[in-house]
């Protein structure tokens, strides 16, 4: 049994010990390291809650599938999924949460049609995207591909396509299969029973190995992800991740505020003086990202290709990790989608529907350059989910445009309010809430001029005051 089998066991994986570990940093220092490993667990810990809804809590609305196996959402998403931040729409999803500590999984994908677009981005522990599968990657031929953790020593069989490590013992693997529109649901559910799920020991028809020790998941907690309990739920997630050698200076700093793979961390337990360091590192942590946010995202300064991708995309940035985390978790990687966040207008004030209408309008030849497919997807600004409306309309697609209505120089303009334009415009309308909102358009496989900055989005511009 490998050793972090035996530190997870004699742990139990559990947050309730009596026990304290060490907190040897000054206020001031811990204040400094809180904000540090609050950036950087952030992702971590919203990734859990996934997790648990989805994996462990047979009980939820949006439990899927128990580990290594997988489950399949065979519709697209509504406002009444709630799972994660903002999803997609234009895809239903398949779902693995992978355990690997005892073997590695093969994942089957079936063939399927040359023009239709499909993915599996393999995102590790950290929410890092480790590798992908499908059209861009893999072609839509189909194969076997065995994905396997961070301490496994075996041999890859002759008989899969590829082999993929992945940096954490607990991985996720999130299919994207494109729905062309509902009569098309049939040929998506017939595909997504294609994609298989099996151990290497099932696959091989081999005796499985002992099966990992048990864990015992803790229940997230509504604040977990806002005070100092993060780093409870950071401890616990981090005996399934091996540390890296570029981060050892990093946890062992750390380690100074209590923080390590498996270790007990009981805010209960911290003196007045100490709880109010790690809460104002916390603080400065959000008060650096909502200027990041300002500064950079909103002023589309930055990509969300610069927020999401492996770890050497990422250069050791946790700010933008935690940043893609915390607008659109589990983000694709530059290379496999582009999003253009749409949070402000082109005055460059937040968007909100109560106050304003709006429009988007794309000049002739002018619509987003994908090579598979775009998409404008509207957020509620509070939630961050789908936006309930009449039309059960949340997104306008590539797709959709022989039915929207062009302008007379064969433009398009989409109309973005919260209500109905009327019947003349009513095709190009994209329901917004009553109040803050955000939307995100998705450009799957983008072509070179999005990335080489030759394709300039468009605004969205104010055309009525409701105040």
Not at 25 to 41: F, H, M, T
Request: aromatic share 12%.
């Amino acid at each position: 049994m490998h050793t972090r089998n035996l530190l997870l066991t004699s742990l139990a994986l559990t947050l309730s010990c009596s026990a304290w570990a060490d907190f040897s940093a000054s206020p001031e220092e811990a204040r400094g390291i809180a904000k540090e490993a609050y950036l950087y667990g952030f992702p971590v810990v919203e990734m859990y809650k996934t997790l648990y809804i989805q994996a462990v809590d047979r009980k939820s609305p949006n439990f899927k599938a128990p580990f290594n196996q997988i489950g399949n959402t065979a519709k697209a998403f509504t406002a009444k999924d709630t799972a994660f931040v903002t999803p997609n729409a234009d895809t239903p999803y398949s779902f693995v949460w992978m355990d690997l500590r005892a073997e590695p999984l093969i994942l089957t994908l079936p063939p399927i049609e040359e023009h239709r677009y499909y993915s599996v981005q393999l995102i590790d522990a950290y929410t890092q995207n480790f590798a992908y599968l499908g059209t861009r990657s893999t072609g839509n031929n189909g194969g076997h591909f065995m994905i396997a953790g961070p301490e496994w020593q075996g041999q890859q069989p002759v008989n899969i396509d590829r082999l993929l490590r992945s940096e954490s013992n607990i991985t996720y693997a999130l299919y994207r299969t494109q729905l062309f529109d509902e009569k098309d649901l049939g040929k998506v559910k017939q595909i997504q029973k294609g994609y298989k799920v099996e151990p290497l020991s099932h696959y091989l028809k081999q005796k499985a190995p002992a099966p990992a020790p048990k864990v015992s998941w803790p229940k997230p907690t509504p604040t977990m992800s806002e005070t100092p309990d993060l780093f409870r739920y950071l401890n616990f997630l981090l005996a399934f991740t091996p540390p890296q050698d570029v981060e050892k200076d990093l946890l062992a700093r750390f380690a100074k505020i209590g923080i390590g793979a498996g270790q007990p961390f009981d805010p209960g337990k911290l003196s007045a003086q100490q709880r109010k360091a790690l809460e104002d590192g916390i603080s400065d942590a959000k008060a650096e990202f909502a200027a990041f946010k300002k500064d950079q995202v909103d002023a589309h300064k930055l990509s969300s290709g610069d927020l999401f991708g492996t770890r050497d995309h990422l250069k050791g940035n946790y700010l933008y990790r935690y940043a893609g985390a915390n607008m659109g978790i589990f983000g694709n990687s530059a290379e496999e989608a582009n999003y253009i966040g749409y949070f402000v207008d082109k005055d460059g004030q937040p968007v909100d529907a109560s106050k304003h209408d709006y429009t988007l309008h794309f000049d002739k030849g002018a619509l987003p350059p994908a090579d598979a497919f775009w998409s404008l997807t509207m957020y509620d600004g509070k939630s961050k989910l789908l936006v309930a409306n009449p039309l059960n309309r949340y997104l306008i697609n590539s797709r959709m445009l022989p039915g929207l209505t062009l302008d007379a120089d064969g433009g398009l303009t989409l109309y973005v309010q919260h209500k109905n334009p009327g019947k003349d415009q009513q095709a190009n309308w994209l329901p917004a809430p009553n109040g803050p909102f955000y939307g995100i358009l998705r450009l799957y496989l983008p072509k070179p001029e999005v990335t080489n900055g030759e394709w300039r989005m468009p605004q969205l511009t104010p055309v009525s005051s409701k105040q």
